[in-house]
């Protein structure tokens, strides 16, 4: 294992306190436990609470601040947060309008929010949860724990975190939460794998020609192992999937082109090249674009497509200002 | 019969063992899950130990109690909650027992069972710890019913926990990360199995 660490147990806190100290005016981590919040506690608001394992960054630490986050509690490297730690990041922001958290489809992810949103309401804190699935390599069925939350997330964060701001009600952040989830979905591939530091070899081996179609954001294989191919044939088995999930055509569409870690912005415009034409010839009008590392796997290469079908309220949301770390607008 | 010294031994033990079994685990996870489970319940177990001088001298439902808020707050994933909340049903069920007989033991780990088919909403047969530890609580009663000690009720279930992770390396996983694999998750033996396995292994050999 080759990596810029102080130790595998540092791993976490460091990668915190980095970010924290990237945005001092804006940003604070709470005493205990690898929670981010915002310098300054903002009232009259739902406030936001998103969180997973660590090894997403800029996810989700990245995210808090005026129009997104109120707070991102980071768990180990790909393990959700425990209860406590995320109950204690309910607690440093709820203000008098509720808290919603946002929370990717994943088992233990889902677990431990649940059980922190249990121990608030204990407490009197008005709490609720939305869950992002937006992943459509895997088949939301019975057999399945369904649908995975992966790069879409990111704008679940945006679009929740503008219509918080107004001052809205916790069912309507919670509504408006809901129609994003609705409407965006996420295909990615890997062509190398990540090492977890604590785990000290890959999670996967893959051949010089060999990629990975449809992981997650864990490191995890795929649903399939394929020879490598070109750019614009890989971009357009990822897209292919997602438009024969919902219909596109006629509509506008917020595309993101979400790096898992380790690929060149070079190779990310290359696929935003192919994705663009793509759908144009298609009779889907992008309506913006985002292309960067927003939702990774640590330091693996490959990338995810996300597309988010718009309607004119999130439209607006999605044009409001934000001012993140990670996000600006 | 189980006093709460005993319990304590238990526990120390699944500590140690969790330790020894930590890359082994993560290897098996690293095959259908995310690669974390070996990891994380060393770490849950490591915070366990150090909890356990506060709780080990009252009853066993505080000794367990005490364990299972120490995993809930240190493993994180999905095991964190699942043995968790498996070690406070069973606490609640023992609470106030200072020494438990084979059927108090056997009404636990029934609780045990049920909190983590509530919490992981999950049944036998989904390629989880369930697998393991369904039959293995169906011989332990059967063993009891039948007039058997504890420890010879424990090796019933440690036997059918052991074909239970054999039977898990048959199946689709329908829970968890690992379902994501679908059908490529055949062949591979389930971590949360092996791990429930390794636990009631080491209560037969401190009994």
Do not use: W
Request: proline share 3%; with cysteine.
């Amino acid at each position: 294992m080759k990596k810029l660490i102080n130790g595998v147990d540092s791993v976490e806190e460091q990668m915190i306190l980095g970010l924290v100290k990237s945005a001092p005016q804006k940003l604070k981590k709470l005493a205990e436990g690898n929670i981010v919040v915002r310098a300054q506690k903002k009232e009259g608001k739902v406030a936001l609470v998103s969180g997973g394992g660590s090894g997403h960054e800029p996810a989700h630490g990245g995210f808090v601040g005026e129009g997104m986050l109120d707070a991102a509690v980071a768990g180990a490297v790909f393990t959700s947060p425990t209860p406590d730690k995320i109950l204690a990041g309910i607690q440093a922001v709820a203000a008098d309008k509720g808290v919603l958290c946002i929370v990717k489809n994943y088992t233990g992810d889902v677990m431990n929010f649940e059980m922190a949103i249990d121990m608030a309401k204990d407490e009197d804190i008005e709490a609720d949860y939305v869950v992002v699935n937006d992943d459509v390599a895997v088949k939301d069925s019975l057999y399945t724990t369904g649908r995975r939350g992966v790069a879409g997330t990111v704008l679940v964060h945006k679009i929740a975190g503008a219509k918080a701001e107004t001052g809205a009600s916790l069912a309507e952040v919670k509504a408006v939460a809901e129609k994003v989830i609705a409407n965006v979905r996420t295909m990615g591939m890997a062509i190398s794998p990540c090492t977890v530091p604590a785990a000290g070899k890959p999670g996967f081996e893959l051949a010089e020609d060999e990629v990975e179609i449809g992981i997650g954001i864990h490191g995890e294989p795929g649903t399939t192992r394929e020879k490598l191919s070109t750019a614009d044939e890989t971009a357009k088995k990822l897209l292919d999937k997602i438009l024969a999930d919902i219909d596109y055509k006629g509509q506008e569409v917020v595309v993101l082109v979400n790096g898992m870690g380790a690929t060149p912005l070079m190779e990310l415009y290359i696929i935003n090249n192919f994705v663009q034409d793509y759908l144009k010839e298609q009779g889907i009008k992008v309506y913006d674009t985002m292309v960067g590392n927003y939702m990774t796997s640590i330091e693996m290469a490959g990338f995810s497509l996300t597309l988010l079908r718009l309607d004119g309220e999130m439209k607006t949301l999605y044009d409001a200002k934000a001012d993140t770390p990670a996000l600006k607008r | 019969m189980l006093d709460t010294a005993k319990a304590a031994e238990i526990i120390r033990a699944i500590a140690v063992r969790m330790e020894a079994e930590k890359d082994f685990l993560t290897q098996l996870d690293n095959e259908i899950g995310d690669g974390d489970h070996g990891i994380n319940l060393e770490r849950g177990f490591k915070a366990v130990l150090e909890k356990l001088p506060e709780v080990e001298n009252g009853d066993i439902g505080g000794l367990f109690k005490g364990v299972g808020m120490q995993l809930v707050s240190h493993v994180g994933g999905a095991s964190g909650p699942l043995y968790g909340t498996a070690f406070m049903k069973a606490g609640n069920i023992l609470k106030g027992k200072t020494e438990a007989s084979a059927a108090d033991f056997a009404a636990a780990m029934e609780a045990a069972i049920g909190g983590i088919k509530m919490r992981g909403k999950s049944e036998p047969g989904e390629k989880t710890m369930l697998d393991a530890l369904c039959p293995a609580y169906k011989a332990l009663s059967e063993a009891i019913d039948g007039g058997a000690e504890l420890k010879e009720a424990l090796e019933k279930a440690v036997a059918a926990a052991k074909e239970g992770v054999e039977y898990t390396k048959t199946i689709i996983a329908t829970k968890g990360r690992a379902s994501y694999l679908g059908e490529r998750s055949i062949g591979h033996q389930d971590p949360g199995a092996t791990s429930s396995l390794y636990m009631l292994e080491e209560m037969v050999k401190c009994l």
